[in-house]
């Protein structure tokens, strides 16, 4: 049975990969979850690093609490080396982690998850270009499309967005497409 009506954080800053917000974004809300974008700033327009599309966040870091998402999705690109300088994303996560919330982060994503302290004996895929930094805090690195382990779902980039996508899907309770 799939479920309905789960609330998805989308944790953002400029420099966004613009396919890797705006694919699974489409996925999330096509199936009837709501999305919500987190940034720095409520109501701060941000533009992807293709130049290809803009979103405005919807809530500041210091809105949100973990506990009202089913699951958080962390777009790669310049927007996680953006974000991973504030506290409040850091802890955003370790909540999220604490209480089994799906994460699932793409690319350059799995830089939060390692920056957090959450990635010690987890296994994740990232881009190769960061994989090494995750490692060195515990990590363990496999060169896959998607990696699911637990409540991580990550994946290597643009090129895999479908297996990520389907994965992140399924950890809402849809069965795969």
Do not use: W
């Not at 962390?74 to 953006?82: F, L, Q, T, V, Y």
Request: proline letters at 4%; charged letters at 25%; glycine letters at 10%.
């Amino acid at each position: 049975m799939e479920q309905r009506g789960c609330k998805v954080a989308f944790l953002l800053a400029d420099g966004y990969e613009d396919s890797e917000m705006k694919h699974p974004f489409e996925a999330i809300t096509k199936y009837g979850h709501e999305a919500v974008i987190i940034g720095l700033e409520k109501e701060q327009e941000l533009q992807g690093k293709q130049g290809t599309i803009t979103y405005t966040t919807h809530l500041s870091i210091d809105e949100a609490s973990a506990d009202d998402y089913d699951a958080i999705v962390i777009p790669g690109g310049r927007s996680p080396e953006n974000l991973m300088e504030n506290d409040q994303i850091l802890d955003f996560l370790r909540q999220a982690n604490e209480k089994e919330i799906t994460i699932s982060a793409i690319c350059h994503g799995p830089l939060l998850l390692s920056e957090a302290g959450l990635v010690q004996g987890r296994n994740f895929t990232s881009y190769s270009g960061v994989a090494e930094k995750i490692a060195e805090q515990g990590g363990v690195y496999s060169d896959q499309p998607v990696v699911v382990d637990r409540n991580f779902v990550t994946s290597r980039g643009p090129h895999d967005e479908p297996d990520f996508i389907g994965e992140t899907l399924r950890k809402l309770g849809h069965s795969a497409n």
